[in-house]
């Protein structure tokens, strides 16, 4: 059974830069068949998709967040990570990573999100 | 960019059919994805590729797609149901997620 964990830092201070980490169990981000992918959720409001990565590195990026955004796979520990910069108030979210499935493109397994703050 | 519009909130009955609208340009034409979050928790699909079942969720969920609207049906609404349910699609190489709808069973 695939269990992602995301590990944060919980408080950001702003124009700094935010990193999330997804921990994978079950499943292997070498994989070809799925996209790693990261989605976060302002307080209170809906769903926003941020980006994924796949099958040795290859990205997509939400285009209104693409100049601050990189991502990685760490196929060593079975990881990926995100990291976002010169972050402000409006990154505050729960980041939620999240397995795509290639071929029916969807989001089968996702982590229990972790909680960012953006403040001094 | 693509849209996608849901109603803020649905309710239905206890046991009765509650069914959950999203809309968008042609949606017929794409796949759709329904996602359910319960209060404090992470989403879980209930539906993909517009009316498949994941292993696990129960038959009283289905999904069509058709022109510009797709649908999220429950039967049978249960108290456990109520959640929050987001639309998703992909458009050129982007997910995109409706604003979510809330569903209350009354």
């Known amino acids: 059974q695939v269990q992602l964990q995301e590990s944060g830092p919980g408080l950001v201070k702003p124009s700094q830069t935010l990193s999330v980490t997804c921990s994978v169990s079950g499943s292997s981000i070498s994989s070809g068949a799925y996209y790693w992918t990261w989605i976060r959720q302002h307080p209170g409001k809906g769903l926003e998709w941020i980006g994924y990565?796949?099958?040795?590195?290859?990205?997509s990026y939400n285009p209104s967040l693409r100049s601050r955004l990189s991502m990685s796979l760490d196929t060593s520990r079975n990881r990926f990570s995100l990291r976002l910069s010169s972050v402000t108030a409006a990154d505050a979210a729960v980041y939620y990573c999240?397995?795509?499935?290639?071929?029916?493109?969807?989001?089968?397994?996702w982590g229990q999100g972790t909680l960012v703050t953006v403040s001094s | 960019s693509y849209d996608l519009t849901q109603p803020l909130s649905v309710s239905v009955a206890l046991g009765q059919t509650a069914r959950i609208n999203c809309g968008g340009n042609s949606i017929g034409s794409k796949s759709v994805h329904w996602y359910q979050q319960r209060p404090g928790q992470a989403p879980v699909v209930v539906i993909y590729r517009d009316s498949n079942r994941p292993s696990g969720i129960p038959e009283r969920f289905s999904g069509s797609n058709s022109g510009s609207r797709a649908t999220l049906t429950i039967s049978r609404a249960q108290v456990g149901d109520e959640a929050d349910y987001y639309c998703q699609v992909w458009d050129s190489s982007t997910a995109v997620f409706g604003g979510g709808t809330k569903l209350t069973v009354l």
């Open positions: 999240a397995r795509g499935r290639a071929g029916s493109f969807h989001f089968d397994s």
């Open positions: 990565i796949y099958n040795g590195g290859t990205t």
